[in-house]
Nanobody
Framework: QAQPVESGGGLVQPGGSLRLSCAASVTILSLNAMGWYRQAPGKQREWVATITKGGSRYYGDSVKGRFTISRDVVANMVYLQMNSLKPEDTAVYYC??????????WGQGTQVTVSS
């Protein structure tokens, strides 16, 4: 399975918003789930959000209430709307796809920097 491709990262001020996009290489309804992870310098990769094949959504505690994961099944895209951004949200954000056998495929990541 080819890598998903992320886009939409950038520099934003604290309190601002960004929307990340992830283009899947396959029909997303054929996948078990898609999600977003992030990794800040010197830290382990952290799970951010997941949307399942059935459309259920799950969020990490640090982003709950601020971030929203969504999808477009026609365009085979998954999005991460990030509001009320904080400096601690600064990280490389990775799109993840998981197939029905549990195999993961990762994108190359997109940098999000929250700074004044």
């Amino acid at each position: 399975q080819a890598q998903p491709v992320e886009s939409g990262g950038g520099l934003v001020q604290p309190g601002g918003s960004l929307r990340l996009s992830c283009a899947a290489s396959v029909t997303i309804l054929s996948l078990n789930a898609m999600g977003w992870y992030r990794q800040a310098p010197g830290k382990q990769r952290e799970w951010v959000a997941t949307i399942t094949k059935g459309g259920s959504r799950y969020y990490g505690d640090s982003v709950k209430g601020r971030f929203t994961i969504s999808r477009d099944v026609v365009a085979n895209m998954v999005y991460l709307q990030m509001n009320s951004l904080k400096p601690e949200d600064t990280a490389v954000y990775y799109c993840n796809t998981k197939d029905d056998l549990g195999s993961d495929t990762w994108g190359q990541g997109t940098q999000v920097t929250v700074s004044s």
